[in-house]
């Protein structure tokens, strides 16, 4: 990104574009000085000092007379992915715009009224979670359920901005996994945390089924497979056929579900990998939340004048 290629944006804007795709690729480190940041988009010192400070406030960055302007916190790995998958994403459309007829002006203007909706659409209820994909289907269950746009944010980026984003009209849903990660940072303010280890002994009647029965339990994160493991100790005991993988392993390995008589997974799961579970005749889908109690709480505070 340079200054030739920002006309919809002012020296400001783009100089903070700038600095935060070099953080979510650099993902640590020192970021240029104001001075060779103003030198590359021709842009006056004090300008890129005031976005330089502006990003320090909003928790991205940290200044140091001697060390110089760093990178406050590691960017995770899977957050630094997704900033690159989406940009890619948004190049593509770009691209697809433009051989459709629109012109440069255009494809700015719908770029800008875009982000001006979402900006109007975008909701003071948060729901944080470790990792994109659990978000992708955390939100639209939600957003289901409570009849409300659900904003995102993964679980370190609200770490690091919970200080200024915080506030009395906020509602915070997460998971009990991601809950006592926030606990132990003193943060408990209108969170409500959710239920989202699956059931499986209202799932299954293990009573009627044979113990030699090869069972798969297919999960989206390493947590919800220990999690199970932790909680279902005795049904995984009796039933020693009993695997549980991720999603991740069964995609890099699809052989791992060769001999599975029955499947255990969430919907979305299911739905948007059939083709790994083509083989499998009994499978049981479940949603990621499992808390009627925490999703009326959520509704009751949203029903506060």
Do not use: W
Request: proline letters at 3%.
């Amino acid at each position: 990104m340079n200054n030739k290629t920002v006309s919809a944006f002012n020296k400001s804007a783009a100089v903070k574009a700038y600095i935060i795709k070099m953080i979510f690729e650099k993902r640590s480190g020192n970021i240029p000085t104001s001075e060779e940041l103003a030198a590359k988009f021709g842009a006056n010192v004090n300008t890129v000092k005031k976005v330089i400070k502006d990003l320090a406030k909003e928790g991205y960055i940290k200044t140091n007379k001697k060390a110089g302007t760093a990178i406050k916190t590691p960017i995770p790995t899977e957050a630094s992915s997704s900033f690159k998958m989406y940009m890619e994403n948004l190049i593509s459309l770009i691209m697809e715009m433009k051989s459709s007829g629109l012109g440069e002006t255009e494809v700015e203007s719908i770029f800008i009224n875009a982000l001006s909706e979402n900006k109007k659409a975008e909701s003071n209820i948060i729901y944080i979670d470790t990792s994109p994909e659990s978000l992708i289907v955390g939100k639209a269950e939600l957003e289901t359920k409570l009849g409300f746009n659900i904003t995102t944010m993964l679980l370190e980026d609200f770490l690091r901005k919970y200080e200024k984003i915080k506030g009395d009209d906020k509602i915070f849903i997460t998971t009990y996994i991601c809950f006592q990660h926030l606990v132990n940072r003193n943060i408990n303010e209108n969170i409500i945390p959710l239920k989202i280890t699956p059931p499986l002994d209202l799932l299954v009647n293990f009573d009627k089924i044979p113990i030699d029965t090869n069972v798969v339990s297919v999960v989206l994160s390493e947590q919800i497979q220990e999690r199970i493991y932790d909680v279902y100790g005795l049904i995984l005991e009796k039933f020693r056929n009993f695997k549980i993988y991720t999603l991740s392993e069964v995609k890099r390995k699809p052989v791992l579900l060769d001999n599975c008589d029955l499947l255990l997974t969430l919907k979305s799961i299911y739905r948007e990998n059939e083709e790994y579970f083509s083989k499998v005749s009994n499978v049981i889908t479940y949603n990621r939340f499992h808390d009627d109690e925490g999703i009326e709480l959520i509704k009751s505070y949203l029903k506060r004048p």
